[in-house]
């Protein structure tokens, strides 16, 4: 049996990329100590790698595709299909962003401050390449971790490091000064593996999958009945992705009344649509919203 074999991202983006995987119809286990998670699909081989080595190894077709950071793709200079974004759609942005940090009482207030002072940092070559293009000669050092830590103990002066909302740079006294880059969560492959009509395709059909069910992520189903007078009414204050879904019931003279809506809109729309006259009114969850 032909197999595909697929590397996902190990640490900050597992657990979203689990959950993603579960509402797409896969079912994902591991233990605490593999790599190596079942999957409910024996067309699928999964292998688990931090998101910062994911696109070295599809490249060099140790993995046909894997998901990781736009970021550690350019980090790595990595010569890879990029297949698709994945937004995950329950992240306060679409995008992360690598931001240049200081503490709080210093008096750095620009790029050009950093001129001849050191900065601690992952992503080491994009950082460079920034300060390069603002003309900025400093010191930057490649950091294992816990590097917002290293300016409040003076060993640098500053970091770069991924945020979404800045809450953690904040709590840990930090300001941002500038944006270093930004970066989106990519589905990717290497060409062999493009080239391969039946791993081309299985890639696709996990993608549409996915896709499917980033789509669902803020949207509900809504149905309803209501009598044939009333739907004109009703249609006027019902939003669609295109047109409800409208179908005659047994009774003479009514009909039911289908349609998928943003679930931010819900609480607002129901009290309207039960004055416009509709009833039995279901709101339910959506696991997939396939176009």
């Not at 286990?29 to 190894?57: G, H, K, N, T």
């Not at 900065?119 to 460079?128: D, F, N, S």
Request: net charge positive; hydrophobic share 40%.
């Amino acid at each position: 049996m032909k197999k595909l074999k697929l590397g996902l991202p190990k640490g900050s983006l597992q657990e979203a990329t689990f959950s993603l995987f579960e509402k797409a119809g896969f079912k994902i286990r591991v233990s605490s100590r593999s790599y190596f998670p079942m999957i409910d699909d024996d067309e699928i081989e999964v292998v688990l790698l931090r998101a910062q080595e994911m696109s070295r190894y599809v490249e060099d077709e140790a993995l046909d595709c894997g998901i990781t950071g736009a970021d550690w793709i350019e980090e790595n200079g990595s010569r890879v299909a990029h297949l698709a974004d994945l937004l995950y759609a329950k992240q306060s942005a679409s995008k992360v962003r690598w931001v240049l940090a200081v503490p709080e009482e210093s008096s750095m207030k620009t790029v050009k401050d950093l001129k001849g002072k050191r900065i601690a940092t992952e992503l080491v070559k994009a950082t460079e390449k920034y300060l390069k293009k603002n003309k900025v000669k400093a010191e930057v050092e490649f950091s294992w971790g816990a590097t917002e830590a290293k300016v409040a103990s003076g060993l640098v002066d500053a970091v770069v490091e991924l945020t979404e909302t800045g809450s953690s740079l904040r709590a840990n006294k930090l300001r941002i000064v500038s944006t270093v880059c930004e970066s989106t969560t990519q589905f990717i492959a290497n060409n062999k593996a493009c080239k391969d009509p039946w791993k081309c395709k299985k890639m696709d059909q996990i993608i549409m999958l996915l896709r499917g069910a980033l789509e669902a992520e803020n949207m509900v189903g809504l149905k309803m009945n209501a009598k044939e007078k009333d739907l004109g009414k009703i249609l006027k204050v019902l939003p669609a992705l295109q047109n409800p879904t409208i179908a005659p019931l047994a009774k003479d003279g009514w009909v039911a009344i289908e349609t998928v809506i943003s679930e931010g809109t819900v609480r607002m729309l129901i009290p309207q649509l039960k004055d416009a006259g509709a009833q039995g009114i279901i709101e339910y969850a959506l696991n997939k919203l396939i176009y």
